[in-house]
């Protein structure tokens, strides 16, 4: 059974960092498009960034994009965002999410993925 937990969410001043892990088990993280979205109250989900499955480009939303950092470690099976340079519009439910199917990054991120974790709550302080 493919199951994703986030974990590292909290609350941190603008201009602050915090790195989310999301762990993976049923699959391998190698093998899975893998990618981070978030949610906002009443806004839409967001793809934040996405690793493809196939040709492995990363794609990263605009408005994260040399902000955040998506990474994997492959011996844990664990995928992690790196956020930097936090700002008070990034607060929002952080999830994981994985899907086996053959795809870009910026597709995942578009459309969403098979599987997901239960989010964390990331919240900036103005």
């Known amino acids: 059974e493919v199951q994703l937990q986030a974990s590292g969410g909290g609350l941190v001043q603008t201009g602050g960092s915090l790195r989310l892990s999301c762990a993976a088990s049923?699959?391998?993280?190698?093998?899975?498009?893998i990618g981070w979205f978030r949610q906002a109250p009443g806004k839409e989900r967001e793809g934040i960034s996405c690793?493809?499955?196939?040709?492995?480009?990363?794609y990263y939303a605009e408005s994260m994009r040399g902000r955040f950092t998506i990474s994997k470690d492959n011996a844990k099976n664990t995928v992690y965002l790196q956020m930097n340079n936090l700002k008070p519009e990034d607060t929002a439910v952080y999830s994981c999410?994985?899907?086996?199917?053959?795809?870009?990054?910026?597709?995942?991120?578009?459309?969403?993925?098979?599987?997901w974790g239960k989010g964390t709550q990331v919240t900036v302080s103005s």
């Open positions: 049923g699959f391998a993280v190698d093998d899975y498009a």
């Open positions: 999410a994985a899907d086996s199917a053959q795809g870009s990054g910026r597709h995942f991120c578009k459309y969403g993925m098979d599987h």
């Open positions: 690793i493809g499955n196939g040709d492995g480009v990363t």
